[in-house]
């Protein structure tokens, strides 16, 4: 019956009415990275794009993509972070995976050599939590306890020593913490009891301890027990009390503090008079925080449009980012910017010269930008037959008849719910491709350029 052509046509078009359908709406979380981005999906699948000259994007090569690419085919991933170059994720088993750029030995390996595919860290299965700095990394058990490894020349892993640290070593012993926000070379950290602790360089006043003496160890910063958030970039940091108020400290070259000015402040200072601050993120020299109104504002470095006010000009007191409400989740690295909305949509901003906004080009954006679920769509249907696949329907093995004269990079193959089920990397202008080992059904095939993507379904009998 599959091969009769009334079938073929019924699921031509069932399929392509599917694709269609597909909402934008399916991101759970997403993160940023230098100028790579990495996702999880309401389906516990993981995706990547932008940079990938260290394998930050899991998969498999360092070839940089302008689009979301699927990372292997599991659909248990719960949580990611990324560091500048490399990604940390876990899986609902509470195992720890790894990847990307390892010379300071953030990945916890063991050793210095980079991973292009996600690899498990140790044998453990009792990791809840992970927070990645440019080049360091921290982890949490579920008994509370901390861990980092990775660059540590200014005791920014808090173990009490300086030089990188190769494998995933307790902080101390307590097993209070509640959030932990890394930097370039310093962290905060929130305790359950409210509490602050900073370590790692404090040149600018970064660690909020009023002097500028740097430590490599967790001391707690005054004596407040009222903190709720949490944020660092660069050299300063952020933090919101319980009354709403924001409060900012350390370096302030660009205006990244908020205040008005570009004086450093080595303690922390109130950010104007709003009481209505509920969250705060930062990276590089940009700060976006979200006021219990819905609305976002944003202060600091611009020149890539990060600030998502529509232009590239510098601010020093947070600006509206206007008509961008109803966000749930955002977060933000060296130059651009990720936020979920509460319909689980996508939304970037900012540096695009990596692909890093995933939406097909290298343009910066300089203002929230949606993207859509990176599933197949009728709109990349080839209908001009500039690729063509043979045999169609196959026994096990099919070809491209490439009129496009353009290399193909990858191909990937969707079931008709959607599930991954075949990738392969090309990079050629055909190759014989090899699906003995699937079902007999149709497929969806996703083939990837350089510049473009074209959708084809194969039909295997």
């Known amino acids: 019956m599959k091969n009769h052509p009334f079938f073929k046509i019924i699921t031509t078009f069932v399929l392509l009415t599917f694709f269609q359908n597909i909402s934008a709406q399916c991101w759970n979380s997403v993160v940023v990275g230098g100028e790579h ?12 794009w932008g940079l990938n000259s260290n394998g930050q994007l899991g998969n498999g090569t360092n070839v940089s993509s302008n689009i979301p690419i699927q990372i292997g085919t599991d659909n248990d991933w719960t949580a ?30 063991g050793n210095s050599t980079n991973v292009s595919i996600p690899t498990q860290v140790g044998n453990d299965t009792d ?40 494998v995933f070593t307790q902080i101390g012993s307590d097993t209070d913490w509640l959030e932990v926000y890394p930097s370039g070379d310093h962290c905060l950290a929130l305790k359950n009891n409210g509490t602050i602790w900073s370590w790692g360089f404090n040149n ?22 009222d903190w709720v958030e949490i944020s660092t970039c660069g050299h300063s940091s952020f933090a919101i009390k319980q009354n709403g108020t924001l409060w900012s400290w ?16 080595p303690i922390p200072t109130q950010l104007g008079t709003a009481t209505n601050w509920s969250k705060i993120e930062s990276g590089g020299l940009t700060s976006i925080a979200k006021k ?8 600091g470095l611009n020149s890539n449009g990060q600030l998502g006010i529509g232009n590239s000009n510098n601010r020093n007191v947070p600006t509206l980012i206007s008509g961008f409400t109803d966000c749930n989740y955002f977060n933000l690295s ?18 695009n010269s990596n692909g890093q906004i995933g939406n097909n080009s290298n343009v910066n954006r300089l203002v929230p930008t949606t993207i859509a679920c990176p599933t197949l769509s009728v709109e990349n249907i080839d209908l001009n037959n500039n690729l063509t696949i043979y045999p169609n329907p196959t026994q096990g093995k099919f070809n491209f008849q490439n009129s496009t004269n353009t290399i193909i990079n ?38 990837y350029f350089s510049d473009s993507v074209i959708n084809k379904i194969i039909i295997k009998n």
């Open 127 to 166: 990791w809840v939590k992970i927070f990645t700095g440019s080049f360091f990394s921290f982890a949490q058990k579920n008994n509370g306890t901390l861990w980092s490894c990775g660059n540590n020349y200014n005791g920014q892993l808090g173990l009490g020593v300086s030089g990188s640290v190769w």
């Open 292 to 299: 219990t109104d819905g609305t976002f504002w944003s202060w």
């Open 37 to 48: 981005t990495i996702g999880i999906q309401s389906n516990g699948t993981l995706w990547g």
């Open 80 to 109: 990611v972070s990324a560091g500048f170059d490399f990604t940390l994720a876990l899986k609902s088993n509470g195992t720890l995976w790894a990847w990307g750029r390892n010379a300071q030995g953030q990945l916890g390996f």
């Open 334 to 351: 060296n130059n651009h910017v990720v936020a979920i909305k509460s319909d689980e949509t996508l939304w970037l901003w900012g540096n």
């Open 204 to 225: 600018f006043g970064q660690l909020g301890t009023q002097n500028t003496n740097s430590s490599n160890i967790p001391i707690q910063m005054g004596s407040d027990t």
């Open 250 to 265: 350390g370096m302030n070259t660009v205006g990244q503090l908020g205040v008005g000015n570009t004086s450093n402040i």
């Open 410 to 447: 990858q191909i990937d193959l969707f079931s008709i719910d959607g599930r991954l089920v075949y990738s392969k990397r090309i990079n050629d202008f055909t190759e014989t491709i090899d699906i003995n080992h699937l079902a007999n059904e149709s497929y969806f095939v996703k083939i």
